[in-house]
């Protein structure tokens, strides 16, 4: 998994009739420090994140394997929001 | 999923059986200010989009998952057609 | 999908079983304005197509959704011929 | 499969459900001389790796071929601890 | 698929029950003209390559289609050793 900063939202009213109802952030990719990178992700939300909120996101079929995106068209999901990581003894990242 | 804009479109006559009657069209990718990138993908079209709109592309097996794709060796589908999204608290893109 | 163009082939005797009878292509990836990239992939050859010729390929599970690659240990497939397209109303690519 | 040294752990107290129970590792990627990359992914533990220790890990839909993972929104598993490799004859790592 | 060269054996005693047995081969990726590039994988060898063999490598859910690793938790399998390519109607190489 890979982990994003929500910065906000998208809003798509035209989709596939199996994307009605799904929730899509827009995330900033973040490096292993918490450091914004120049990549972003359009992932939809199955586990209520906010904006602002550090999150952890699953790309490819793995994005379909929650209740919420099972089978649709979605290759990226917030599956988990991020209270805190350590690097080499340290904390990066705390909630 | 990532964002792209609709650029224009691509004919292949000769196909392999299952992509007949699919419409190509080729996206330039855009970052999360909606600046063009180098990047560029061939996706097939489930919802319609036109000629300079900005789209949401899923990609790999979820490119497979709308009822147009399903089983074909598609590997990108243009699954929405983008009004507005924003980034910390700021509108980058409208329609 | 992606763009490239046949530059050759790619001769392999010993292989998995499942392989046998594929032809395998060597493809130079091209950019959208169809100059080559320094990229390039070995894809099996779905749909007949030459030496010189521009063609799509799928990649990853997409690629064995063809009937000749159903199954296979194959990750690429070109599943069609380019004829044409255009970028921004101008024809970047005419057979 | 890539490398990686696990670097750390990650918390994330609200998470999809199927990933209940699952331990989270921070892994650095290394390159194929164990020199650090600016790489990294986050991913779930099968085979009790501990920090600091160099493993090997298998991405998207192989991430959910443990039993540990199997079916659930997981796109990354430490598959294996890695003990030796060598490169053109040379030991390059040795736990 | 991409093309590698076998540069050695990776070691791993603990690792997931499904992948008991498996001999993983540690491979430089090398570009279309048969130069080294600084990328690696780790694959499983389905084929029986030895090392300095330049030989070609399936990636993803299309490394679970060889008889030795159905529904395991590998993402890369060497599935040809390669004879020979050209491009542009000049050898690349030959083995």
């Given amino acids: 998994m890979q982990l994003g900063r929500v910065t906000g939202t998208l809003v798509a009213t035209r989709k596939d009739p199996k994307m009605e109802g799904m929730k899509f952030?827009?995330?900033?990719?973040?490096?292993?420090?918490?450091?914004?990178?120049?990549?972003?992700?359009?992932?939809v939300d199955a586990v209520g994140a906010g904006v602002g909120e550090v999150v952890m996101y699953a790309s490819g079929s793995s994005a379909r394997q929650t209740e919420l995106?099972?089978?649709r068209p979605c290759d990226a999901v917030v599956m988990a929001i991020v209270d805190e990581w350590d690097?080499?003894?340290e904390t990066r990242f705390r909630k």
Same sequence: chains 1, 2, 3, 4, 5.
Avoid: H, P
């Fill in 69 to 71: 995106t099972n089978n």
């Fill in 25 to 43: 952030l827009v995330l900033r990719q973040v490096d292993i420090d918490n450091e914004d990178t120049a990549g972003y992700v359009v992932a």
């Fill in 87 to 89: 690097v080499d003894g």
